[in-house]
T-cell receptor, first 115, second 110 residues
């Protein structure tokens, strides 16, 4: 079946640095990908919709200048957390819709810890 | 906007049946999902409802009433491994994006 990968699976960085997270669709093309963030004991919160070849659409309250999204190809979307702070520490998950209405493929997630 | 509510926590006994409710108020609707999520892992797909009624899949069933903005996930013959968070999620009408509810943490006890 279709697979979505994320890299890295876990990252620790210093406050003030930038971190890039990659989301790849391995055997299918994804013109749209979604980025979610999940804090401990909370549900997934949609951050933005990544669109291949155009600007991402951000959800209300998500800073577009802090969370840079690039969807340069049909199989890759990247999320860059710029000037990371400890409060950005979270579990970041991407997903891509499949070719049927009920299909949504999730990546395994990236755990970010900002010290 | 989107508003999707679930009970925060539930406890049930091994072998029993548990029903997890989800109510939603969304600007658009193009299907409702149920996912299971274990701590530290990505969600795994359980069910999808787009029409009213009950969808049964083994020990898991999901019900949808679009007019009431209501769904439930029914888990039968509970097993200890069913202890997890269960997430209700609604697909937006026009943009494919899926918005998640608050999630329900289910604990199955012996």
């Amino acid at each position: 079946g279709a697979v979505v990968s994320q890299h890295p699976s876990r990252v620790i960085c210093k406050s003030g640095t930038s971190v890039k997270i990659e989301c790849r669709s391995l055997d299918f093309q994804a013109t749209t990908m979604f980025w979610y963030r999940q804090f401990p004991k909370q549900s997934l919160m949609l951050m933005a919709t990544s669109n291949e070849g155009s600007k991402a659409t951000y959800e209300q309250g998500v800073e577009k200048d802090k969370f840079l999204i690039n969807h340069a190809s049909l199989t890759l979307s990247t999320l860059t957390v710029t000037s990371a702070h400890p409060e950005d520490s979270s579990f970041y998950i991407c997903s891509a819709p499949g070719d049927s209405q009920e299909t949504q493929y999730f990546g395994p997630g990236t755990r970010l810890l900002v010290l | 906007g989107q508003n999707i509510d679930q009970p925060t926590e539930m406890t049930a006994t091994e072998g029993a049946i548990v029903q997890i409710n989800c109510t939603y108020q969304t600007s658009g609707f193009n299907g409702l999902f149920w996912y299971q999520q274990h701590a530290g892992e990505a969600p795994t797909f359980l069910s999808y409802n787009v029409l009213d009624g009950l969808e049964e899949k083994g020990r898991f069933s999901s019900f949808l009433s679009r007019s009431k903005g209501y769904s439930y996930l029914l888990l039968k013959e509970l097993q200890m491994k069913d202890s997890a968070s269960y997430l209700c999620a609604v697909r937006d009408g026009g943009y494919q994006k899926v918005t998640f509810g608050t999630g329900t943490k289910l604990q199955v006890i012996p």
